[in-house]
């Protein structure tokens, strides 16, 4: 694979030094916090170019002419049940799912579980089975697993750690630092659902809605994708952080720039509204179920047609355009015509959203 | 593989109904109650051939020919650094040795990362050091991570979860269920090590000890094994439940019964001193550097011999043997000649242990 190291360092401002000190829950808010420390300790203690090339899955030759691609996820979502899903749902989906964004075909999954003294069996029982149903709505197995127990206050009723592994056809080349000038930016779907239903599940919202989280296994929907197109360069899950934080981890790690259509950015009202009232920016809220894809221009209409035809991909649209400049960057074009700088996520937004 | 689904129903009488609703310390031991969690949860649930094989890593064809070994562990051990490790080492050597125990070469490995608001940057920078050192040794790459943060009293300090992925020479059958009546059984070395350098650590021994935990990748050991005999058909790394618990699974799994010889297994004097003063038995004690081998009878020298060479097979000793009856025991003959049943462990013994 043609990868080089990405540059992490984004444009907000140095943190305060007490955040270099300790860890704080921005650290793990998907935004410029957490790549920071990812920088600072994994990337420079772990060095190896795999590992630094920061696409959703390692990928790397396991033998002649075989390439695996592999991922990994904590999931510590909070609370365990939500609209439309739970942590069981969510860790088998997004591992499957960042697997699938490098263009592999998921096949096996682990499972290692931390779960605190006193939680209740049949929570357990149905986290399990969760995970089963999703399993075989992706078509993939969990093989291995672990369970680990601490004390009553050492971990919040349960955790899951799944890692996914794909084959992958070393004919594929899709990966963050792939974009190119004139690249189509597609997403699947609404954005913004996930976090907003989490949010209602903890009674944070203050009003009620039928939000559901879209967590979903869109490894399917992908396999559609590529058998209709050759020229897909970018696939990513914009999960924590958002939207915005994995395009500007695009823009970077391909020294393009990205120009989003804001009046095209597909929204359910009730997102829209929580947002609003929130003080929320729905293009850094989470997303479980959808794929942001850059496509070669020619393609694109070819993809969005075949995304249409998957219910993860029916509300398929396209949000916006690769240029050369400005590199690194992603901007976003108002209805009026105007342009603005789009971030990363410079502290924490929602702690334990996924 | 030829590869049976195991009897999980140990001897030891019926839990207490209260086990069964809730979790207790109890379910993360290593013995029975884990065993009944494993049976009644993870394994009616996620039913699948590989995942009911019960080794300590699941085999699976990943494309024609192509065979690889997947194992995961999450990693709770308090405290974090301990005489002769820390989490970090103890993440990455387990992980590397239960994907070596089914005889596959261990290649690449996944870190998720569950992070206490309030760590100090200090100690995970350490770890993160310590891991890519145990990664040097055992010739692996950490290829992909992920590292969430929960609130202070979400957690304790910091928990890893790895997986690890080998290639596995398909005419390899190292597994479980693979003990024949003849086989020895060989130790790598002295027993109990880990657990009471971690209980040292916690200052919970009353008395300082010199002793360190044996926590180290077994990978390039096994190796040598493997190149001294192709009669090699079970390998296990006896870590929480001990060799008891670990030489238990293998009875039940071959359906043989298998004999301790008391006055050969070795054990360091400040680890039975350790034993005796706190009442535990070292045949439950978790071990995080050493192996069990059941060898056919006419290689179990020669197996020896190369693991002697070896820094992590030097103390190698002969422990026993399987024969036919009883079958799904293990016994231990006594320097007087008696013979008493050796049970897996029942209840909980020594928690966040590995």
Same mark, same amino acid.
Do not use: R, T
């Given at each position: 694979m043609d990868q080089k190291t990405p540059d992490?360092? &984004?444009?907000?401002c140095a943190l305060p030094n007490k955040h270099k000190d300790k860890i704080v829950l921005g650290h793990g808010s998907g935004g410029k916090m957490m790549a920071d420390l990812i920088k600072d300790i994994f990337y420079a203690r772990l060095e190896n170019p795999t590992l630094l090339a920061g696409n959703d899955a390692g990928v790397v030759e396991l033998t002649d002419g075989i390439a695996i691609a592999v991922s990994t996820d904590a999931h510590v979502v909070s609370p365990l049940f939500f609209p439309g899903g739970d942590i069981g749902r969510l860790a088998v989906s997004g591992t499957v799912n960042d697997v699938a964004m490098v263009g592999a075909t998921p096949l096996y999954l682990s499972a290692s579980f931390i779960l605190e003294e006193g939680l209740e069996m049949e929570i357990l029982d149905k986290v399990v089975e969760s995970m089963q149903e999703a399993a075989d709505e992706a078509d993939v197995e969990i093989i291995c697993g672990d369970t680990k127990v601490v004390s009553r &206050?050492?971990?919040? &009723?349960l955790y899951i750690a799944t890692t996914g592994v794909g084959l992958l056809d070393p004919s594929i080349h899709i990966a963050g630092n792939q974009a190119k000038p004139g690249d189509q930016v597609i997403i699947s779907g609404t954005i913004g659902d996930h976090g907003i239903a989490v949010l209602e599940a903890r009674g944070e919202l203050g009003f009620h809605t039928e939000l559901r989280s879209d967590v979903a296994p869109l490894n399917h929907l992908i396999e559609e994708m590529l058998a209709a197109s050759k020229g897909i360069h970018v696939l990513r899950d914009p999960t924590r952080g958002g939207v915005a934080s994995a395009l500007n981890e695009i823009a970077r790690q391909s020294e393009v720039g990205i120009i989003l259509d804001e009046s095209a950015l597909p929204i359910k009202p009730e997102v829209a509204g929580a947002c609003e009232m929130l003080g929320f920016d729905p293009l850094y809220i989470a997303n479980e179920g959808k794929l942001l894809a850059l496509v070669c221009p020619e393609d694109a209409d070819r993809v969005m047609e075949a995304m249409r035809k998957s219910a993860y991909g029916k509300d398929a649209a396209l949000i916006g355009h690769v240029e050369d400049q400005p590199s690194g960057r992603l901007l976003m074009r108002t209805p009026l015509g105007s342009t603005r700088i789009v971030d990363v996520l410079a502290g924490e937004l929602l702690p334990r959203i996924c």
């Open positions: 992490l360092q &984004g444009p907000v &206050g050492e971990a919040d &009723g």
